[in-house]
């Protein structure tokens, strides 16, 4: 019952209220970043250190020492503020795939960061922050009713989401959804499809659970249109559909246009990552997304960390997260090239419009099944290389139809397996159902190539687009 009502009052705390305003939710991030400033001084003996010469109740967020993802995994034990989270321990209870929804050390939820940008991530959040990942996915960014206390029809007339990415995991969506509150599930109810599912299969499934929203990726997402336009999926048939929602890859104009035409809802757009899921919510009238300011900071910096103004794209962000106390992640280093908008969004959110987000471009990769091409999602790899905690960096190329390398670079001091990583790449690619078709080598490197702007390219397509013809 203690759950129930604070998940009910999470809904309604969290539900953009009617006349809140950019100086209002300024003030309560000026709140929220010093009881964190000062939690993390306090109880973690890395913050301790940092934070050392600062007076954390007036000092500038820029003034501050910034925060790499190699740093982070490096003094992760003394980062966390409970001395009984261990990153050894953490990486033990990840090593069990049956852990999944279960609590570490009863009371933490775990993941693994997807490592697109470097080495994977492990992050750990108390029960709070879980739940607040599905209140702020439901409550921001979707279509709603602004009644007092909305959601309690949820009650009798539960919210149908159905999520096409990969078979529940570690990831960081992934288990998000495995530790689902027992007390969230009278108020949703979640269709999970993994993208390589037969395509019949999820048609038949989503005809049959008639969705209110539908999550994926990009390619999935042109998939499903492919089929609403062909008359076989029709998720909008009781006229329950109300919205697409784009995650974990680019949504370049054409695909949001092809999406939207065929199920004739809006889809929206959501920037976000692993150590950050309620970083953004996407905008109902654009394909940009409104950065949940009062849950999370997102500095727009040059490669020197200097602000760059609105309207410009920055080198990298700086992300501080509001919400996680038990690993506190202040003035992360993320190189994603990010631009914010000079403007306040058409649709009346007061909250800033993330106008566009270009770091995580990828080449899109394809894969050829019983005749048929289909795009194959990069983290279908990613997934993999989660299990492999000593892994810096890693890319992956397509070398042909079908043909696939994976290149991995460890971390200093530390030693990798070719033959580890071609089973945690076996075990991946299997279990969506893709052994026989997929083949792939790995290459372990010294380092892997930057590119022109001195980022790291994860993945490059060298085989070129499927031949013309292909379906």
Not at 190 to 203: A, G, I, K, T, Y
Not at 232 to 249: D, F, W, Y
Not at 429 to 457: C, N, Q, T, Y
């Amino acid at each position: 019952m203690l759950e129930f009502l604070k998940l009910v009052l999470m809904l309604n705390r969290l539900t953009p209220a009617s006349g809140l305003t950019a100086e209002r939710i300024a003030a309560i991030q000026e709140r929220r970043l010093r009881r964190l400033l000062a939690h993390a001084k306090r109880h973690s003996p890395y913050y301790a250190r940092k934070l050392a010469p600062f007076d954390v109740q007036t000092c500038q967020l820029s003034d501050l020492p910034t925060l790499s993802k190699a740093e982070m995994m490096a003094s992760f034990d003394t980062v966390v503020t409970d001395p009984a989270i261990t990153r050894a321990g953490v990486e033990a209870f990840l090593s069990v795939p049956s852990n999944l929804g279960t609590y570490y050390l009863g009371r933490y939820g775990v993941s693994h960061t997807s490592g697109s940008q470097g080495q994977p991530a492990l992050i750990v959040q108390d029960r709070d922050a879980l739940m607040q990942t599905f209140v702020v996915q439901f409550v921001r960014g979707t279509r709603i009713s602004n009644r007092f206390f909305p959601h309690l029809e949820r009650l009798w007339r539960p919210a149908r989401m159905a999520v096409m990415t990969q078979h529940p995991g570690f990831y960081p969506s992934g288990a998000a959804f495995g530790y689902l509150p027992a007390a969230a599930k009278p108020f949703f109810k979640v269709l999970h499809l993994s993208v390589f599912d037969p395509v019949e299969e999820s048609v038949t499934r989503l005809n049959a659970f008639q969705p209110e929203y539908i999550v994926g990726y990009t390619s999935s997402l042109e998939t499903l249109a492919r089929e609403a336009r062909a008359g076989r999926l029709r998720p909008g048939a009781t006229g329950t559909l109300r919205q697409i929602i784009n995650v974990s890859e680019p949504l370049p104009d054409a695909s949001a246009r092809l999406i939207a035409d065929a199920f004739q809802v809006p889809v929206t757009n959501e920037y976000a990552m692993g150590e950050c899921m309620c970083l953004s919510s996407g905008c109902l009238c654009s394909t940009g997304s409104h950065l949940n300011a009062d849950l999370a900071m997102l500095e727009v910096v040059d490669k020197e960390n200097r602000p760059v103004p609105a309207g410009t794209r920055g080198a990298k962000v700086l992300m501080t997260n509001l919400y996680n106390f038990v690993q506190p992640i202040i003035r992360y280093e993320v190189d994603d090239l990010v631009t914010l908008s000079p403007k306040s969004c058409p649709c009346g959110n007061p909250f800033p419009l993330i106008e566009a987000v270009s770091g995580r471009d990828k080449d899109r990769l394809w894969i050829e099944v019983g005749g048929e091409v289909r795009d194959l999602p990069y983290y279908i790899f990613l997934a993999a290389l989660h299990g492999e905690h000593d892994l810096a960096e890693h890319q992956v190329l397509q070398t042909g139809p079908n043909r696939y390398v994976v290149r991995v670079a460890a971390q200093p001091d530390k030693t990798l397996s070719a033959e580890r990583i071609r089973a945690l790449v076996t075990q991946s690619v299997e279990s969506e159902g893709l052994g026989s078709a997929l083949h792939f080598d790995v290459e372990i490197v010294p380092e892997i190539a930057r590119g022109p702007s001195g980022k790291a390219v994860r993945v490059r397509n060298l085989a070129g687009p499927p031949p013309a013809g292909a379906h």
